[in-house]
């Protein structure tokens, strides 16, 4: 599986962005997505994630009620709506995967339970 995010940006705090995250391959040894950033000088953390079968959401409390993670029909592309933007939102967005098996709830956030990454998107929110 390989995967392309895309539809980062510069945004105005406030602003809205959405992110897209395209698979391709073997799409159907996936059971969810995962999305997570990563800002200048920071470690990278978890967003939000997607895992199906049951269509279960996951967010990181310092984005729920902005963003929401959803996907097409297909199970072929994730997105990440992220409305009221603000500066602290600036990172780089990589979309993850993994294959083979649903990362259990407690894991979810776990960016070593996802081993396939996508190249990551900017996004840079302006105060």
């Known amino acids: 599986v390989q995967l392309q995010a895309s539809g980062g940006g510069l945004v105005q705090a406030g602003g809205s962005l959405r992110l897209s995250c395209v698979a391709s391959?073997?799409?159907?040894?996936?059971?969810?997505m995962g999305w997570f950033r990563q800002a200048p000088g920071k470690e990278r953390e978890f967003v939000a994630a997607?895992?199906?079968?049951?269509?279960?959401?996951y967010y990181a409390d310092s984005v729920k009620g902005r963003f929401t993670v959803s996907r097409d029909n297909a199970k072929t592309t994730t997105y990440l709506q992220m409305t009221n933007l603000a500066p602290e939102d600036t990172a780089i967005y990589y979309c993850?995967?993994?294959?083979?098996?649903?990362?259990?709830?407690?894991?979810?956030?776990?960016?070593?339970?996802?081993?396939?990454w996508g190249q990551g998107t900017q996004l840079t929110v302006s105060s």
């Open positions: 997607y895992r199906w079968p049951g269509d279960n959401t």
């Open positions: 993850a995967t993994r294959l083979g098996s649903r990362i259990i709830t407690s894991a979810i956030a776990n960016q070593r339970m996802y081993h396939t």
């Open positions: 391959g073997s799409t159907f040894s996936m059971y969810g």
